[in-house]
């Protein structure tokens, strides 16, 4: 398989995690975004999204979208519960990701890690749903050890991904302990230096 991705990217990274952590063998293509190398014609023709990552399976066919990635390699893998409820628990947490997380913790971190824009120079509105999304884990993290289960899914790969990096968009961890007991827990089972 060949993994189409910027090295910066919270989402690149699922799937990288998934992958090594399922013992996948992946052949990573870089994909400077920042350059526009997911405008090309090249790149558009393989994903006319013009978003990373993207997937391209050994019989040519081509997924995008990181959570949809991460789900596909992780079918009948202890990364994607077994039990039907438990999989609806990892997609509810998987979409939660996409639509309450990622657009508030990753578009801070791209304006300050990718652009260099000062920390104040943030959209308040999107400052304030960053840190209710952390909240909200905190809250949960504070009765559970996990998101879903009682081990790594890829719903923790999912939002473990930019809440590890949270930092980087401006927002502060510190006082959210539970989140950073977990955080740890990932880290702990998942590669240190992404192979890519």
């Not at 991705?5 to 063998?25: E, H, I, M, W």
């Not at 990181?66 to 077994?82: C, K, M, Q």
Request: with cysteine.
């Amino acid at each position: 398989m060949k993994l189409y991705g910027d090295r910066q990217s919270g989402n690149c990274l699922k799937v990288v995690y998934t992958a090594q952590r399922l013992g996948l063998p992946v052949v990573w293509q870089d994909i400077d975004i920042m350059q526009g190398q997911s405008r090309t014609p090249e790149f558009l023709a393989l994903s006319p999204q013009g978003q990373v990552p993207v997937l391209q399976l050994e019989d040519g066919r081509v997924l995008a979208q990181s959570n949809a990635i991460i789900r596909y390699l992780a079918r009948d893998t202890p990364l994607l519960p077994a039990d039907p409820y438990l999989q609806a628990k990892t997609d509810e947490w998987l979409f939660w990701e996409q639509y309450s997380h990622e657009l508030y913790i990753a578009v801070c971190r791209f304006q300050m890690h990718y652009l260099k824009k000062p920390k104040a120079a943030r959209e308040p509105w999107r400052v304030e749903r960053g840190e209710a999304a952390l909240d909200l884990m905190e809250a949960h993290l504070s009765s559970y050890e996990w998101l879903v289960g009682d081990t790594l899914t890829i719903a923790h790969i999912a939002l473990y991904a930019y809440t590890h990096v949270a930092a980087e968009g401006g927002f502060n961890l510190q006082s959210r302990p539970s989140v950073r007991a977990w955080v740890a827990r990932c880290a702990g089972l998942l590669p240190a230096e992404p192979d890519v």
